[in-house]
Nanobody
Framework: QVQLVESGGGLVQAGGSLRLSCAASGRTFSTNAMGWFRQAPGKEREFVAAINWSGDSTSYTDAVKGRFTISRDNAKNSVYLQMNSLKPEDTALYYC??????????????????WGQGTQVTVSS
């Protein structure tokens, strides 16, 4: 059974930092794209960041460019999201996602077959 388990969320003041981690088990993702999405109350799940299979290509939504960094460690079957200069509008449930079919960066939820349960990030003003 494939599992993605996120950790590292919490409550932080505006301007602060958090590092999210996602540990995968049940299959290796070393040849697959991975990503982070978020969903705020009353809103649809949205793309945040993605990374290709090798980690040498990344992409971000405009709202987080320059503040967030996605990375991966294939030896640990894990992906990370370093979040700096957090803003109240970053408050959401953050999900880790793993692709089953694609090695390159993917932007759409439909291109990810595996999802974690989410970790809450709350940024106070």
């Amino acid at each position: 059974q494939v599992q993605l388990v996120e950790s590292g969320g919490g409550l932080v003041q505006a301007g602060g930092s958090l590092r999210l981690s996602c540990a995968a088990s049940g299959r290796t993702f070393s040849t697959n794209a991975m990503g982070w999405f978020r969903q705020a109350p009353g809103k649809e799940r949205e793309f945040v960041a993605a990374i290709n299979w090798s980690g040498d290509s990344t992409s971000y939504t405009d709202a987080v460019k320059g503040r967030f960094t996605i990375s991966r460690d294939n030896a640990k079957n894990s992906v990370y999201l370093q979040m700096n200069s957090l803003k109240p509008e970053d408050t959401a449930l953050y999900y880790c996602a793993g692709s089953k079919l694609y090695s390159g960066i993917q932007y759409f939820t439909s291109n990810y077959a595996f999802w974690g349960q989410g970790t809450q990030v709350t940024v106070s003003s």
